[in-house]
């Protein structure tokens, strides 16, 4: 049997007989196509079927396989505002645009909503935006990959944006406003979790680097007594059930509820979960590009060391999956207040990257942390300074900087260190040029005296005869003040 899907002006993907076919929850209401790139259609329908797809002249036909499953590709369109419906039978999908598609990923501070942000009324006045529109993935982890995800697009309006992702949006906005273009953005993000679970397992054994880190995780999971974990969970449960009850009859706060620490470390200990239930559904929809943040649930001093390795095999599994060398950008973690070696050391892995990962960039978020709060609710100027890499580079558009000023060669000249910077154009120190620090040989850091000549800092201590080492901001909380003439940070770094 044949079925016609026609894709009229934008997009209408109907058929005459419903009962056998059905799509990505992505191809729904108010979608947003990426604009002038091959797009991709696909979905299911009886075995064998041919499946024929227009689309402003062109017509293309695919075959479903002994699964159902079938695909087409399109050729590339060009951004368009204007919403388009078209309906054939029973089925319509209406009120679609054409402009710059992204999907964000990560943990708690990518899924954090415009309510949790800075300045909620400010956020929900301006927030009429018909043509930004947002498709939160809500599935959950998988053992295997899986390929029907849950989620719509919802439009951007003063009601709706509370719940959109904070970064996301704000980065989206920025977009929109500088290209003057509709925006898609796909989020899919759950607080708490790890990289790896972001990652396809299969990915991650082929890894020589992550190799150590798997034999890591599995010992951490042998050792892991679920039964008696479940047990003190339940006797926790049971207090805490009482210390509710006591205080709601006495009209007092109640109680945190204790978390589930069975649940909690499946959730995180689930390699590859995350890739398989919330990443697999959304392949191969047509993006642009991806942003990503998280990092928080890897800065333990252990798990740290592999974060470089991670993000790039992040980035190369996603790349390959979706047969596209989109570019991809992360949020450096930001200041804040945790003991130890780990959040420095993710941060500066976050850096390195950007030599493993081409079509790269980082958003240095140094100076709008909070010291007492791992969720920092300045996401607007996250999005802005995502936008900014996105803005000059993707889009070659002229903006004051993609980056905050990031070190590229180091140098001993006798009892000297000479930093040199790339993106540090009007290179300043907001207040004393702190956080500096060297070594000799025996890497053994301490403090150093700095000064800026040009794009340069050249570091000393007489401390330290011979230098070999340096690094800054190498703190859970530094001072952020080396800056570029645009403002934004440099990122940590040890060389």
């Known amino acids: 049997m044949r079925r016609s899907f026609a894709l009229f002006c934008l997009f209408s993907l109907i058929s005459a007989s419903q009962a056998a076919v059905r799509l990505p929850a992505l191809f729904s209401d108010h979608l947003v196509f990426q604009a002038e790139k091959p797009l991709a259609v696909w979905g299911w329908a009886d075995a064998g079927e041919e499946v024929v797809v227009e689309f402003a002249g062109q017509k293309i036909s695919a075959t479903a396989g002994a699964d159902g499953a079938w695909s087409a590709r399109l050729s590339p369109v060009k951004a368009s505002a204007k919403p388009q419906t078209r309906t054939i039978g029973k089925k319509v999908i209406q009120d ?30 301006g927030a009429a935006k018909p043509q930004i529109r947002v498709f939160t993935e809500g599935s959950g982890a998988a053992d295997s990959a899986q390929s029907v995800g849950k989620g719509s697009w919802i439009v951007c309006d003063a009601q709706t944006v509370e719940r959109f992702s904070a970064t996301a949006y704000f980065f989206g906005l920025n977009l929109h406003e500088k290209l003057q273009t509709p925006v898609g953005l796909i989020v899919s993000a759950v607080g708490g979790t790890p990289i790896e679970s972001w990652i396809s397992l299969d ?28 047990a003190a969970y339940e006797q926790q449960l049971a207090k805490w059930t009482e210390a509710a009850k006591a205080a709601r009859k006495a009209g007092k706060p109640v109680p945190n509820r204790p978390r589930d620490p069975v649940e909690t470390f499946k959730r995180k200990a689930n390699i590859g979960g995350l890739f398989n239930g919330k990443i697999s559904p959304l392949i191969p929809y047509t993006i642009r590009g991806v942003i990503w943040y998280q990092g928080e649930a890897n800065s333990a001093d252990e798990k740290a060391p592999f974060y470089q390795a991670q993000l790039a095999a ?34 500066d892995g976050m850096r390195r990257a950007l030599a493993d990962v081409k079509d790269s960039g980082m958003a240095i978020t140094l100076d709008i942390g909070d010291a007492k709060d791992i969720h920092p609710k300045n996401k607007q100027e996250v999005g802005r300074r995502l936008a900014l890499w996105a803005l000059g580079t993707v889009y070659e558009k002229d903006v004051p900087a993609t980056s905050g000023p990031l070190p590229v060669k180091t140098e001993v000249l006798g009892t000297q260190i000479v930093v040199h910077f790339a993106h540090a154009a009007g290179l300043r120190s907001e207040g004393p040029l702190t956080d500096f620090e060297i070594a000799g040989a ?41 800056r570029n003439g645009a403002g934004i940070p440099a990122s940590t770094f040890a060389e």
């Open 442 to 482: 025996d890497g053994k850091f301490v403090p150093a005296e700095a000064r800026i000549v040009g794009e340069t800092v050249i570091v000393t201590s007489a401390a330290v005869s011979a230098p070999k080492h340096v690094r800054y901001a190498w703190k859970d909380n530094p001072s952020a003040c080396l």
């Open 96 to 125: 679609v645009l054409v402009g710059e598609v992204w999907l964000g990923s990560g943990q708690s501070n990518m899924a954090m909503s415009v309510k949790g942000a800075l300045n909620l009324e400010a956020s929900k006045a």
């Open 314 to 347: 992040l980035a190369r599994d996603w790349r390959a999956r979706w047969a596209d060398e989109f570019p991809i950008a992360w949020v450096q973690l930001p200041n804040f207040t945790r003991p130890g070696n780990g959040w420095p050391q993710v941060r």
């Open 203 to 230: 990915v991650q054994k082929a890894d020589a680097k992550l190799t150590p880190f798997l034999e890591m995780a599995a010992k951490t999971s042998a050792a892991f007594d679920e039964a008696k974990m479940k």
